[in-house]
């Protein structure tokens, strides 16, 4: 047996691994190789985990998606899936979701994620609830449009799509039709506020997992109610959120909440002081009680209370602090407590420059933690031009040997890499 025979005997587990380190392009390479591996390598099972999608040159990068659908692509959207290779297909994204692409969608049930910047706002608001209430995930952009006012520089979101979002919450409660199968919503550039808040509570409390990327998401008072809901009944355990003003909630409601949860990503953005300090709160409700495993933080959190955030991390099992800003003064802290007793198998506090100063101690660290990464790499602008034009991203280099990174994944988990259409036809 030769070793292309070898290789295509494989098991669809193993050939399903290699696919995960291809993308498109690669991938289309294989299928011109022979007519055997053709066969192999378009096996719809192989390509059901590509994400299909476009979202236009002026919202989200091209790169964000394996292989990105083109203007001309769209028109033929119905076609497309229904080749062999995307019959399987389990991710779509478009820039705007109307009537059209609705049809689509419901005449192909494997499509199980589904993401998209704009709903049409003549989109039959019960068609749209019908559909969407059938996914598994949902990520809904919105646009990032702003009306200002000029009178005061108040920047407020828009919401036009308050009818499809309501009719899409009251499917998820509704009892007499079939039971909602979506477990993740992703929100960004989106305002419930014009939304009935008793029904948004419970609705958002139906999930396995939610995500609210912009602030102005939720009011003072559907923030309130939806933590009071949540610490009393609710389906959530994974919880993203970006900015989200907790102000006006109770601190042991909120640790009770995500207390519960068993991830919580937070993008803290730059605390600047004690008021602003929504981390620090929720660091010191934690304690040896506490159902939370997975905590990941994003933003600068240097005005965190060394003790407290040593104390509420080492309550966790696996923390993200990377790119955190933190003191010379945190880092001793915390590695101290977690050389005293800690719950921790993972730990991330890389890409903190302080972390050099404690190389002792961050060996010490590493004979009782699993995983800890604590590496530093610097990065280094070369200034080659004569007018100094820092946007050329040529002029930036990284300065260090990448095998020394601790396995840290500077690719931010897409692979950039010019699809195009490449071998759309093939």
């Known amino acids: 047996m030769d070793d292309d025979s070898k290789l295509l005997c494989l098991p669809l587990e193993i050939l399903n691994k290699i696919r995960s380190y291809l993308n498109y392009r690669s991938m289309c390479s294989l299928l011109l190789v022979s007519r055997g591996w053709k066969e192999v390598w378009e096996n719809p099972l192989l390509w059901s985990g590509f994400d299909l999608g476009d979202y236009g040159d002026n919202f989200y990068p091209s790169c964000y998606f394996e292989f990105s659908l083109k203007p001309r692509d769209l028109n033929n959207l119905e076609n497309i899936l229904n080749t062999k290779r995307f019959s399987a297909l389990k991710s779509l994204g478009i820039p705007m979701l109307n009537k059209d692409f609705l049809a689509v969608i419901r005449q192909h049930s494997n499509i199980r994620c589904l993401e998209f910047v704009e709903v049409d706002a003549g989109l039959d608001k019960h068609d749209f609830a019908e559909v969407l209430v059938t996914m598994e995930s949902i ?5 990032d449009d702003m009306d200002l006012d000029e009178d005061n520089d108040n920047v407020k979101p828009s919401c036009d799509n308050k009818e499809q979002l309501t009719a899409l919450f009251e499917k998820m409660l509704d009892d007499e039709g079939k039971a909602s199968m979506i477990k993740k919503l992703v929100f960004d550039c989106s305002d419930f506020s014009s939304i009935d ?4 509570v419970k609705s958002l409390n139906q999930l396995e997992e939610l995500e609210l990327l912009d602030a102005n998401t939720m009011t003072s008072e559907q923030t309130s109610a939806f933590f009071s809901t949540c610490a009393v009944e609710t389906k ?3 919880i993203k959120f970006k900015f989200w003003n907790l102000e006006k909630v109770d601190p042991k409601l909120i640790g009770l909440v995500f207390g519960r949860m068993e991830m919580v990503e937070y993008d803290a953005g730059m605390i600047k002081d004690e008021e602003d300090n929504q981390l620090e709160r929720l660091l010191e409700s934690l304690d040896d009680e506490t159902k939370l495993n997975h905590l990941c933080v994003f933003g600068y959190i240097s005005c965190v209370d060394p003790d407290i955030l040593a104390r509420g991390v080492n309550q966790l099992e696996k923390v993200n602090l990377s ?8 880092i001793k802290k915390l ?4 050389l005293k007793k800690s719950k921790l198998k993972y730990l991330d506090i890389s890409q903190n420059e302080n972390i050099q100063d404690f190389p002792s101690e961050v060996a010490e660290v590493k004979k009782k933690v699993s995983v800890v990464k604590a590496k ?3 990065y280094t602008y070369i200034d080659e031009s004569e007018d100094n034009d820092s946007s050329d991203d040529d002029n930036y280099s990284f300065d260090f040997d ?3 990174t601790d396995g840290y994944d500077y690719s931010y988990g897409y692979d950039d890499s010019d699809d195009d259409n490449y071998c759309n036809n093939s």
Not at 197 to 200: K, Q
């Open 139 to 143: 990520t809904f952009y919105g646009k």
């Open 197 to 200: 808040c008793n029904l948004l």
């Open 236 to 238: 959530l355990r994974k």
């Open 323 to 330: 790119r955190s800003k933190l003191t010379s003064v945190q």
């Open 335 to 338: 590695l101290s407590q977690t």
């Open 376 to 378: 530093y790499v610097k």
């Open 402 to 404: 990448s095998s020394d």
